[in-house]
Each structure stands twice: as structure tokens, then as C-alpha cells.
């Protein structure tokens, strides 16, 4: 079946632009995370929302960024007045339920380059 | 301050050999411990996980085991394949909460 997509797969910005990334995730899956990492880190936790509850946002670097999930499916994330430490492959995840031994599957991410 | 330590940046073995994956972890609430393998420009796959209640667990050449006292984990790959190269994280959370990630092993399997 479809995995997680993600769009763009690459974005080159210019520094203070705002951009937006998608995550289309896996048809029924309640659970939905963004994650970004950033050349030789790990990956770093930024938002999560699962079904109609609260998102939790305790992983959002500052108040430029922002996301939704619309329907309970597709999610966008916003950076505004992007940064050049905002360079980052940003990665988006979606989990059946929230059972905690549900895998999470991740989509191919979204590189983003901040000139 | 990293809640998740993956020592060793790299490993490089021989194709055949045992590749062993460490990670060291601190929070003791911890209770769910998966290893994503990930290949360039795609997203981490889901590999084999480990819950706390047992120490080890095993899929086909792979192999998880967990020391909870020692708070330390490892990931075993026997016989080392070529397309077995790739970075390897280690990821655990404890309940529904988010994955807290390593930074990743490179694994490079010499043919």
C-alpha cells in the first residue's frame, strides 16, 4: 500500500521567506509527527497530533514554526521567516494508533535549504 | 543533552562478519526501543524493536538485545551484508510519547 509522501522533496529558499512543507500520511493512521535532522544530528522531535486531541508542540524550536493537520489526514508544516539554521532535512511520520509499540513510518522527508 | 547515545559514528565490517550497533540510553522510563535503518535521501524504515519487558528479540539476521540495568542497548546483524550498509538509528519513547533518536551509526559492509 502507500507509504508516507512528502512534498516538496527539496526547497531552496531565501533567507525570511516563509515556506510550507506537506505530509501525506498512510490512509488511517490517527497518529501523525514531524521530526527534522539536521546535518549530522539525529532526529529531533518537533510537533505530534493524534486524532482530534491537543497537538503536542513542546518540540517546536521557536514561534516561526507552526503546523496543522487538516481532516485528521494531510499536515503542513510552516516556517516563517525562515533562518539559515533552519536548514534541515524535515521528516514526517505516521503511526496506526496510539498503541505504544505502533511502529512509526516515515516518508522520504523534505530538504530544506536556507540561503 | 542527549537522552540517546549512539557512541560510534561509524563501523565498517567484513561482509560475513557480525555487525554490532550500540546505544546507551538515560531515562530509566523508557520502555519501548526500535532501531530504523536508513538509507540517503529516504526516510528512516522501521527495522526491529524490543519491548522492556523482554532482552532480546530476533528477526531472521537480526537481533535486539536490551540490558536495562545497564540501560544500554545493541542491535546485532549476522551474516553482515552489503545492503546492510546504511546509518542505523536507535529510538525509544515510553508510552505515546514522541521517539527520542540517537544521532546514527554509518554502518559500511566491505564486500
Known amino acids: 500500500g502507500a507509504g508516507v509522501s512528502q512534498s516538496p522533496s527539496n526547497k531552496v529558499t531565501e533567507k525570511g521567506k516563509d515556506v510550507e512543507l506537506r505530509c501525506d500520511p498512510i490512509s488511517g493512521h490517527t497518529a501523525l509527527y514531524w521530526y527534522r535532522q539536521s546535518l549530522g544530528q539525529g532526529l529531533e522531535f518537533l510537533i505530534y497530533f493524534q486524532g482530534n486531541s491537543a497537538p503536542d508542540k513542546s518540540g517546536l524550536p521557536s514561534d516561526r514554526f507552526s503546523a496543522e493537520r487538516t481532516g485528521g489526514s494531510v499536515s503542513t508544516l510552516t516556517i516563517q521567516r525562515t533562518q539559515q539554521e533552519d536548514s534541515a532535512v524535515y521528516l514526517c511520520a505516521s503511526r496506526r494508533g496510539g498503541g505504544a509499540t505502533d511502529t512509526q513510518y516515515f516518508g522520504p522527508g523534505t530538504r530544506l535549504t536556507v540561503l | 543533552d542527549q537522552q540517546v547515545k549512539q557512541n560510534s559514528p561509524s563501523l565498517s565490517v567484513q561482509e560475513g562478519r557480525i555487525s554490532i550497533l550500540n546505544c546507551d540510553y538515560t531515562n530509566s522510563m523508557f520502555d519501548y526501543f526500535l532501531w530504523y535503518k536508513k538509507y540517503p535521501a529516504e526516510g528512516p524504515t522501521f527495522l526491529i524493536s524490543?519491548?522492556?519487558?523482554?532482552d532480546k528479540n530476533e528477526d531472521g539476521r537480526f537481533t535486539v538485545f536490551l540490558n536495562k540495568s545497564a540501560k544500554h542497548l545493541s542491535l546485532h546483524i549476522v551474516p553482515s551484508q552489503p545492503g546492510d550498509s546504511a546509518v542505523y538509528f536507535c529510538?525509544?519513547?515510553?508510552?505515546?510519547?514522541?521517539?527520542?533518536f540517537g544521532k546514527g551509526t554509518r554502518l559500511s559492509v566491505i564486500a
Open positions: 524490543i519491548s522492556s519487558i523482554k
Open positions: 529510538a525509544t519513547h515510553s508510552g505515546n510519547t514522541p521517539l527520542v
